[in-house]
């Protein structure tokens, strides 16, 4: 009985610590010379804001980003980045704008993977005592958060081996077309070479001098 109601209480603590965070991962791809933004809503003021973002694939993997509050000022900015992991605090409530500009290339698309997350994470008074925190905090509770900070640093692994597969991948493709149009042209200079060469062989074979009388 002790062991089920202890499952009860770590899926009730689990699910608050998870209706507070609320997080949207996607990927989208940016056309050449083309702005892209997104937009995330903040409830009142003191969340948090998690903003990852890493291009998979195009050009030199790299893309132009800013973060801008409802105010329209901007947080944060970067020119050329090829990834990023931010955490700020939104002092303002409203809507949050995060945009994504491929104005450095003419013709090559960007795919682009990123990650936007406003938690709430509820504010806990320090204990004047060290003894104090079993009566503030269960310590049910504290493995629950020492977990979801684990699991955080496994997600941010997992993108970062993502993102290094699928850049070795657009290296490795580019890599492979070259290679092919660089033996298509190699085998077309050898066969217009031998044709040439068949041709001046035969020319100066069947030339005829001229004929002088005696």
């Known amino acids: 009985m002790a062991v089920a109601f202890t499952l009860f209480l770590s899926l009730v603590c689990f699910l608050q610590l998870a209706i507070r965070i609320h997080a949207a991962a996607l990927t989208t791809a940016i056309g050449a010379n083309e702005r892209t933004c997104f937009y ?3 409830d009142k003021a003191g969340e948090k804001i998690g903003f990852y973002f890493a291009v998979q694939s195009g050009g030199s993997f790299d893309i132009d980003f800013e973060v801008k509050d409802p105010n329209e000022k901007v947080l944060l900015d970067g020119k050329r980045e090829r990834q990023g ?6 002092n303002t409530v409203g ?3 995060f945009c994504f500009e491929n104005d450095m290339s003419t013709l090559t698309e960007k795919l682009v ?3 936007i997350m ?3 994470e509820p504010r806990r008074e320090p204990p004047a005592k060290p003894g104090q925190i079993a009566d503030q905090t269960s310590a049910l509770e504290e493995s ?3 977990l979801n900070g684990m699991l955080i640093n496994i997600k941010r692994t997992q993108k970062y081996f993502h993102t290094r597969e699928n850049r070795g991948f657009d290296i490795v493709k580019s890599t492979r077309n070259r290679m092919f149009w660089y033996t298509v042209f190699e085998s077309l200079a050898v066969i217009a070479m031998a044709v040439i ?4 062989l035969q020319t100066f074979f069947t030339k005829t001098g001229r004929r002088y009388k005696v």
């Open 85 to 90: 992991d931010y955490v700020f605090t939104a």
């Open 95 to 97: 809507e949050y704008s």
């Open 144 to 146: 629950i958060f020492r």
């Open 40 to 42: 995330a809503d903040v």
């Open 113 to 115: 993977d990123f990650d």
């Open 118 to 120: 406003v938690e709430s």
């Open 197 to 200: 060469q068949v041709y001046v």
